[in-house]
């Protein structure tokens, strides 16, 4: 699968300063992919709950969410999908930070989409790596997205520092996700990542993973 993946555009980086950023409500924003690793959602969902609101502002301005716009003012998330669903899980009112890297012309659900499938901006597997799927067959909503286990398998390597982050690469983790699991690894899901990791570590340092970005190799 990993190889099946489309050719991309690389995202552009946030602006340097803060108050070029945009508050969307997290209800107004449509996804970009089909499913979200839980055992990362979980986790960010404990540290929304551990903030106060101040904190918590001043995080999501940290991390703003790459946006693209269509004609008519809808809005798509290029990115964080996980932290976006773990605060929406805690709060659906709640609201966050955001910067456009494209504004289109097109308003039609199905044109905006295929101008971001043309970019490389769409995942369309589902969380058992089927697919590519027709762009309709995207969710509209965060709450919506499914649980795929590999994506919480490369969560938890980036989190071990296994695997290096790429922030301007479009569903980098999927990516990982992918070439995982086109190999062999122990029974496994997003709620006991633990049966495979071992061999998951070996496997993302080793050199069949090099061509990989964020692969670091054995001298971790």
Same mark, same amino acid.
């Given at each position: 699968?990993?190889?099946?993946?489309? +050719? *991309?555009?690389?995202?552009?980086?946030? +602006? +340097?300063?803060?108050?070029?950023? $945009?508050?969307?409500?997290?209800?107004?924003?449509?996804?970009?992919?089909?499913?979200? =690793?839980? %055992?990362? $959602?979980?986790?960010?969902?404990?540290?929304?709950?551990?903030?106060?609101?101040?904190?918590?502002?001043? *995080?999501?301005?940290?991390?703003?969410?790459?946006?693209?716009?269509?004609?008519?003012?809808? !809005?798509?998330?290029?990115?964080?999908?996980?932290?976006?669903? %773990?605060? #929406?899980?805690?709060?659906?009112?709640?609201?966050?930070? /955001?910067?456009? $890297?494209?504004?289109?012309?097109?308003?039609?659900?199905? &044109?905006?989409?295929?101008?971001?499938?043309?970019?490389?901006?769409?995942? !369309?597997?589902?969380?058992?790596?089927? =697919?590519?799927?027709?762009?309709? @067959?995207?969710?509209?909503?965060? &709450?919506?997205?499914?649980?795929?286990? *590999?994506?919480?398998?490369?969560?938890?390597?980036?989190? &071990? =520092?296994?695997?290096?982050?790429?922030?301007?690469?479009?569903?980098? &983790?999927?990516?990982?996700? @992918?070439?995982?699991?086109?190999?062999?690894?122990?029974?496994?899901?997003?709620?006991? !990542?633990?049966?495979?990791?071992?061999?998951?570590?070996?496997? @993302?340092?080793?050199?069949?993973? @090099?061509?990989?970005?964020?692969?670091? /190799?054995?001298? #971790?």
């Amino acid at each position: 699968m990993a190889l099946r993946l489309p +050719p *991309y555009d690389p995202l552009p980086p946030p +602006p +340097p300063r803060t108050d070029a950023l $945009v508050e969307v409500a997290l209800a107004d924003l449509q996804p970009t992919q089909l499913c979200v =690793g839980l %055992a990362e $959602v979980r986790s960010r969902r404990e540290d929304f709950r551990a903030e106060d609101r101040d904190q918590r502002r001043g *995080y999501l301005k940290e991390k703003p969410v790459p946006l693209v716009r269509s004609g008519d003012g809808g !809005l798509w998330m290029v990115d964080r999908h996980h932290r976006l669903r %773990a605060l #929406i899980e805690l709060d659906p009112t709640a609201s966050t930070f /955001g910067y456009v $890297v494209l504004q289109l012309k097109e308003s039609e659900r199905q &044109e905006v989409l295929a101008a971001l499938h043309l970019r490389g901006w769409l995942y !369309l597997f589902d969380g058992r790596g089927r =697919g590519p799927l027709a762009p309709a @067959a995207l969710p509209t909503r965060l &709450e919506e997205l499914q649980d795929d286990p *590999y994506r919480s398998l490369v969560w938890k390597l980036k989190r &071990e =520092g296994v695997i290096a982050p790429a922030p301007l690469i479009p569903f980098h &983790e999927f990516r990982w996700g @992918a070439w995982l699991r086109s190999r062999r690894l122990p029974p496994f899901s997003s709620e006991r !990542l633990d049966p495979a990791l071992p061999a998951a570590r070996a496997l @993302a340092r080793s050199s069949s993973a @090099a061509q990989l970005a964020g692969w670091q /190799g054995t001298g #971790i």
